[in-house]
């Protein structure tokens, strides 16, 4: 999983993430802080990798790596260096699917690491990776206004049985939090993953964008 922030993994796909995890080796990787851009204070940087480090405590997850890029900063960065540690990250943990935001999104970091995650996974012969999907990001996503190409997923993935543990883990995210009919408001979140799972038959669901599958057929 390629994120921007710290919180974008619980967002964008947390119920799977804790839906996935019993039988997938997971692997997240922070661009940004998600804090610096805002507030130039140290203390509030180190407080949120703390939170996201309890939180992956708390689902069992295995450390996180971060980048350390700057925070609502990513298009001030060479993009072909991104890449290059995204790439880095691929050829160690050999990945075959990996999710990350969708290319439309308002956040520019949001845009860039779709950018830089789709080119470090380009179908070279070495890659491992088969499948890739956006998600998307309540106050983000739903916010931008590119003409024609808001999110409109085609995937999904049932979260009926984790949702009340995904809005667990956002609790760990306290400060990002808004009050309702905020779309990044527990409420909202909770309501998005009902549209998400009406249109797919489901109760809950996460809704992703299928930006690449590559199926290989045994030639005899």
């Given at each position: 999983?390629?994120?921007?922030?710290?919180?974008?993994?619980?967002?964008?796909?947390?119920?799977?993430?804790?839906?996935?995890?019993?039988?997938?080796?997971?692997?997240?990787?922070?661009?940004?802080?998600?804090?610096?851009?805002?507030?130039?204070?140290?203390?509030?940087?180190?407080?949120?990798?703390?939170?996201?480090?309890?939180?992956?405590?708390?689902?069992?997850?295995?450390?996180?790596?971060?980048?350390?890029?700057?925070?609502?900063?990513?298009?001030?960065?060479?993009?072909?260096?991104?890449?290059?540690?995204?790439?880095?990250?691929?050829?160690?943990?050999?990945?075959?699917?990996?999710?990350?935001?969708?290319?439309?999104?308002?956040?520019?970091?949001?845009?860039?690491?779709?950018?830089?995650?789709?080119?470090?996974?380009?179908?070279?012969?070495?890659?491992?990776?088969?499948?890739i999907l956006s998600f998307e990001i309540p106050s983000s996503t739903?916010?931008?206004?590119?003409?024609?190409?808001?999110?409109?997923?085609?995937?999904?993935?049932?979260?009926?049985?984790?949702?009340?543990?995904?809005?667990?883990?956002?609790?760990?995210?306290?400060?990002?939090?808004?009050?309702?009919?905020?779309?990044?408001?527990?409420?909202?979140?909770?309501?998005?993953?009902?549209v998400r799972g009406v249109s797919a038959g489901l109760k809950y669901?996460?809704?992703?964008?299928?930006?690449?599958?590559?199926?290989?057929?045994?030639?005899?």
């Amino acid at each position: 999983i390629v994120a921007a922030h710290p919180d974008d993994e619980i967002l964008g796909c947390g119920g799977s993430i804790i839906k996935l995890k019993k039988n997938h080796e997971i692997k997240v990787i922070f661009l940004t802080n998600g804090v610096s851009g805002r507030i130039k204070n140290k203390q509030k940087i180190i407080k949120r990798k703390k939170e996201c480090l309890k939180l992956f405590n708390f689902l069992n997850l295995t450390k996180p790596i971060f980048f350390n890029f700057p925070d609502n900063q990513l298009d001030s960065v060479n993009l072909l260096k991104i890449v290059k540690k995204i790439e880095k990250v691929a050829r160690t943990y050999k990945p075959n699917t990996v999710l990350t935001h969708y290319e439309n999104c308002l956040n520019i970091d949001h845009r860039i690491a779709y950018q830089a995650t789709i080119t470090a996974c380009r179908p070279l012969k070495k890659s491992t990776v088969s499948k890739i999907l956006s998600f998307e990001i309540p106050s983000s996503t739903d916010w931008a206004l590119f003409k024609n190409k808001s999110f409109q997923p085609n995937y999904f993935i049932d979260i009926s049985s984790t949702l009340k543990k995904k809005i667990d883990a956002m609790n760990f995210y306290k400060s990002e939090l808004r009050k309702y009919p905020h779309s990044r408001s527990l409420k909202a979140i909770k309501s998005l993953a009902s549209v998400r799972g009406v249109s797919a038959g489901l109760k809950y669901a996460e809704g992703f964008v299928l930006v690449r599958k590559i199926k290989k057929f045994n030639e005899n």
